[in-house]
């Protein structure tokens, strides 16, 4: 059988760009190697029947506001595409039992910063005032293929808007680190300590060059637009898609993954999956896999020269992560106050200190002795997604060495993951009773996912990176995968990659599949 189109993998990448190719008339295939579509956008019953848990991705900000969901939105309600929205998108826990949090009543915000510090809340008010002039530009750079000339129109719109001072100002925020960016605008540790747990997401401790983009745009994004979760939980944005691309005559294929891709005089020309069963492609072959997974399982080793396939497997993973569900009889009891049931997010990352030595125990292969926890309460927001009063809780710890020699507490003996999860989920809990004590009396089960397990529900997410690779300054923008190869392109013709290994990176705003797509288009 013979496709325009072969999509590898159905994260909401590949299949935003099965979409967009099916719907101007492509005949399309997307093969999906696990039981279920969604790659890192998933939802299950892992606990007990009745409780939906995000099995990653959890905060679905960025696909909401996507380029691919405003084109497809009305579709994509239609087949059953819905969300939930939060008013209360993140706060962080601190150590003396308080906390300071974000949320889209913008007087809200500014009181609980002023009474950190009366001058942090008024440059807080300014930065959001401010950002209406910066997000379309960031959002345009975030939303133009790498390099390339509609990139650049977007810089010199930003220079011509801005002026000379304040373009300056913005570029030397994409280099800065956060601690630097934040020192630079603000006192209060606990506020610096609010934004910078955001630069951790995605693999940036306090102090790495590039860091502070993020903690900025999380913080001013939630702050101006709010958070968003999937209603009913993430994965309504996958089934809208999958039924999307079908009423499209596109086809999906789960559980068998993808073996071999087929070259004929240097141009990709079909797949062999698993089972034996072989397809052939037409016009493009699109990689929604690893790149590393790509170039050393799926083709020959002579496909791309050993220069070329030298430097993708130098591009690095991000540190690891491990995810805690939990199905709770109720929301956790915060010692900071109960208004922290509210958030959709709560950080647990005290202060910059602790964030820097987190990072460097993992990048240093050991257990960190107290982990970054994020911990998400999608109940508060959707109660659907749980029997009547019961809650789900979701613990995405940051950052973790994806294989370790030791801990730092000294306390967990073991030789890989299996051995040392559920003694490194017990740390977990019982850290989290510091700031929400008796929680652990209120579990009614819980389902963790060390690295070890999320690579093998995915293996994108090689070591439980949960970026696809990391996002530092020498991997991204013009260096993502690879420097020359950042616009899709590979060296086989016809074969192309998208995903979070791609430029713009992790995240669910499917900006790379949807690009992608455009271009082969054009
Ligand atoms: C734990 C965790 C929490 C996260 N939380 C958030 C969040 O709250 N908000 C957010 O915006 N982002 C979050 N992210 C990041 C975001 O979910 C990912 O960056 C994004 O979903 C990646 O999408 P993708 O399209 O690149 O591919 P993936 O989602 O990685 O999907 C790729 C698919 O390809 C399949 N595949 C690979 N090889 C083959 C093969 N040979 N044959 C067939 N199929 C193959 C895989 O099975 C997989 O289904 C999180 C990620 C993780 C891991």
Redesign the pocket.
């Known amino acids: 059988m013979s496709f325009d189109a072969i999509v590898?993998?159905?994260?909401?990448?590949?299949?935003a760009a099965a979409v967009h190719l099916a719907s101007q008339g492509w005949k399309v295939m997307v093969?999906?190697?696990?039981a279920d579509?969604?790659?890192?956008?998933k939802t299950r019953e892992v606990t007990l029947p009745g409780f939906r848990h995000?099995?990653?991705?959890?905060?679905?900000?960025?696909?909401a506001g996507s380029a691919f969901c405003a084109r497809y939105r009305p579709e994509l309600e239609a087949h059953g595409m819905a969300f939930a929205p939060a008013k209360h998108c993140f706060a962080s826990v601190f150590r003396d039992g308080t906390a300071l949090g974000v949320s889209t009543d913008l007087e809200e915000t500014v009181a609980a910063i002023r009474a950190l510090s009366p001058e942090d809340a008024q440059v807080w008010r300014q930065m959001v005032a401010e950002f209406q002039d910066t997000a379309p530009h960031l959002f345009g750079l975030l939303g133009s293929p790498m390099p390339s000339w509609p990139a650049v129109r977007v810089l010199f719109k930003a220079w011509r808007q801005l002026g000379v001072s304040r373009f300056r100002e913005l570029i030397r925020l994409v280099l800065s680190s956060p601690r630097d960016f934040l020192d630079r605008h603000y006192d209060s540790p606990k506020l610096k300590a609010m934004m910078a747990a955001w630069g951790l997401?995605v693999d940036f401790p306090p102090d790495a060059a590039g860091g502070a983009l993020f903690p900025y745009l999380e913080s001013m994004a939630n702050q101006s637009f709010g958070m968003v979760v999937g209603q009913g939980g993430?994965d309504t944005v996958i089934r809208a898609m999958v039924g999307l691309l079908k009423s499209k005559q596109g086809e999906l294929i789960t559980g068998?993954?993808?073996?071999r891709i087929l070259t004929r005089d240097g141009v990709a020309s079909g797949v062999v999956l698993a089972d034996g069963r072989e397809f052939a492609a037409t016009r493009a072959i699109i990689?929604?896999?690893?790149p590393r997974?790509v170039f050393e399982?799926?083709l020959a080793a002579t496909a791309a020269s050993e220069p070329f396939r030298s430097r993708i497997r130098e591009f690095r993973a991000g540190l690891g992560?491990m995810?805690i569900h939990l199905a709770l009889d109720s929301l956790p009891d915060w010692a900071a106050g109960e208004h922290l049931k509210r958030y959709a997010y709560v950080h647990v990352a005290p202060d910059l200190s602790m964030m820097s030595r987190v990072y460097n125990e993992a990048a240093e292969g050991l257990l960190p002795a107290e982990p970054v926890v994020v911990v998400?309460q999608p109940t508060a927001i959707d109660p659907t997604r749980a029997p009547d009063g019961k809650h789900v809780l979701w613990l995405?710890v940051r950052v973790l060495p994806a294989v370790f020699h030791g801990d730092a507490l000294g306390e967990i003996i073991a030789a890989d993951w299996e051995g040392a999860k559920d003694n490194y989920a017990d740390r977990v809990l019982q850290r989290l009773e510091q700031y929400a004590p008796g929680l652990r009396n209120k579990i009614l089960a819980r389902h963790v996912m060390s690295p070890t397990d999320?690579e093998q529900e995915?293996?994108?997410?090689i070591g439980?990176d949960?970026?696809?690779g990391s996002h530092h300054l020498d991997q991204n923008f013009i260096f993502r995968p690879v420097a020359g190869y950042s616009r899709y392109r590979t060296p086989v013709k016809s074969l192309y990659l998208?995903?979070?290994?791609t430029w713009p990176?992790?995240?669910?705003?499917?900006g790379?599949?949807f690009m992608l797509a455009n271009m082969l288009l054009k």
Do not use: K, R
């Open positions: 590898i993998g159905a994260g909401h990448n590949g299949l093969v999906e190697g696990n579509p969604g790659g890192a956008v995000d099995l990653c991705a959890m905060n679905l900000s960025n696909f997401h993430a068998v993954p993808v073996q990689a929604n896999a690893h997974l399982n799926l992560t995810m998400g995405q999320l995915n293996p994108n997410l439980g949960n970026l696809g998208c995903g979070a290994s990176g992790a995240g669910t705003g499917a790379s599949g």
